[in-house]
């Protein structure tokens, strides 16, 4: 089974749809043919066998959706709010599943999984209404259920707004690994690169054309997914159209990458680092230093080659822990210190009693218990490095902004005063991730959004 990909309308295990019938045609046979779980009334199987197969990842939350259930003398989760009947407007919606998920978190004694949120967060219900009925689903993208034709052609204007995303986002062909190799070759490069986005940078330097549906088929798909991964690479390169390369008089460029996870493995691989020579080609060394507590190991190791008639050189070192215990242990200076979907807000003390905690807190895995603050200290040590641009992604506006409040504070409270002085502002990034997220929470009102989607650079000053 994956769980990178669940849809309360698909299969749990095999992600298979149900046979829902053309709007013309009866639902009686379309609901048997993809029984719901009758512990919990969340997930769907395409069969006993995958319902079975299932039951030792599903069985400890249906257990507690049950017990839930049973204390609350309810038919269906989320009747919570509604004194046992179903919910009749998007409030009661909302505050049901905001109940269902704080109840199931006590009783799990754990946040929730990704996917149970997304079960809980997008249900199988009418679009318009809210019955939990789907008799009939938007025929495109199959992850928008209706209790009646007469509602499904009520919705589909506003309902075409997101058809594309959700198509993206519940594309089975997301779970496939992607082809080691795609044998592109670089054919020139950006110019103009500040003005530009992902795809047509991607589509520029390899002289192709992306799919407008790379839901449609695998190859479509793996090749959107692939442009994708050059997410990070032109993030940083888009940064540096706003500084002041000639100056440095180096042929050597250092980055810092703080908060690293699977960055090394996936996103800076040989042909990312070719599309940052292609667009700096005075630089031959690059230097990249993966710091973080979840960087997936901690190795040094340098590649060589030749592109653009010039050696290159490419320099991965990766540090397995907190960015206030690399910069004691290795001493040098960078040229740029970024950090992808910072979180800079998220679990800081910084933000005790503020907006930003309160907008944490109510997200119902965010627990006293499991919140620590790994940022302040490291925060604190990035701004050290005066005049170094930091450049920081988000994932939302809304987080963007105590992303960027929280580095402010952090300013503020230090040994020294500083002053935090933009590069640029924040603003959407035009080199996010191509791949649609899902947005489950509430205090957010983006209900997509996109990895690196928000991007803002800054350097410090000491104050006089």
């Known amino acids: 089974m994956s769980y990178e990909l669940c849809s309360a309308l698909q299969c749990n295990v095999c992600l298979a749809f149900a046979a829902f019938p053309e709007p013309n045609k009866s639902t009686t046979e379309s609901q048997s043919s993809m029984p719901t779980c009758s512990g919990c009334h969340l997930v769907k199987y395409c069969g006993k066998d995958h319902q079975k197969k299932d039951w030792r990842f599903h069985g400890e939350f249906c257990c507690a959706v049950q017990r839930i259930k049973n204390t609350y003398n309810v038919k269906h989760p989320l009747h919570l709010s509604s004194s046992g009947r179903e919910p009749e407007t998007f409030e009661e919606m909302e505050i049901a599943q905001m109940q269902l998920k704080f109840l199931l978190t006590d009783a799990l004694k754990r946040p929730l999984k990704t996917y149970e949120e997304e079960i809980i967060s997008f249900p199988s219900v009418c679009g318009v209404c809210f019955k939990i009925k789907d008799s009939h689903i938007c025929p495109h993208c199959r992850s928008q259920a209706y209790c009646s034709l007469q509602h499904l052609a009520e919705h589909s204007i506003e309902h075409k707004k997101v058809c594309h995303l959700l198509q993206l986002y519940y594309c089975p062909y997301k779970v496939k690994e992607l082809p080691t190799d795609f044998k592109l070759k670089y054919i020139g490069r950006v110019n103009n690169l500040h003005k530009s986005n992902l795809k047509t940078a991607f589509e520029t330097v390899f002289n192709l054309r992306l799919p407008t549906k790379p839901y449609e088929t695998l190859k479509d798909y793996q090749l959107f997914a692939y442009a994708s991964d050059f997410s990070c690479i032109g993030t940083i390169c888009f940064t540096m159209c706003h500084l002041d390369i000639l100056s440095m008089e180096t042929d050597k460029f250092i980055i810092y990458i703080v908060g690293s996870t699977v960055e ?59 960015f206030q215990d690399y910069v004691s242990y290795f001493k040098g200076c960078p040229s740029l210190i970024v950090a992808f979907n910072c979180g800079f807000s998220e679990y800081s003390q910084l933000f005790k009693g503020s907006l930003a905690e309160k907008s944490c807190e109510a997200t119902p895995t965010s627990t006293s218990s499991t919140r620590t603050d790994t940022w302040q200290k490291g925060i604190w040590e990035m701004l050290l490095f005066f005049r170094v641009p930091i450049v920081f992604t988000s994932f939302t506006k809304l987080e963007s902004e105590f992303d960027f409040a929280a580095l402010r504070k952090a300013a503020d409270i230090g040994t020294f005063k500083m002053h935090v002085e933009r590069i640029f502002a924040v603003s959407k990034n035009p080199f996010h991730d191509l791949r649609p997220l899902r947005q489950c929470h509430s205090d957010d009102d983006e209900a997509f959004y996109f990895r690196n989607g928000y991007i803002q650079a800054i350097h410090t000053m000491l104050k006089k």
């Open 264 to 322: 090394p493995r996936l996103w800076f691989q040989k042909i990312h680092t070719q599309f940052f020579f292609m667009q700096y080609p005075l630089f031959t060394t690059l230097q990249l230093h993966f710091i973080g507590p979840e960087t997936l190991e901690a190795v040094e190791e340098n590649i060589h080659y030749n592109f653009l008639g010039q050696e290159r050189n490419v320099f991965y070192i990766c540090y397995n822990g907190l």
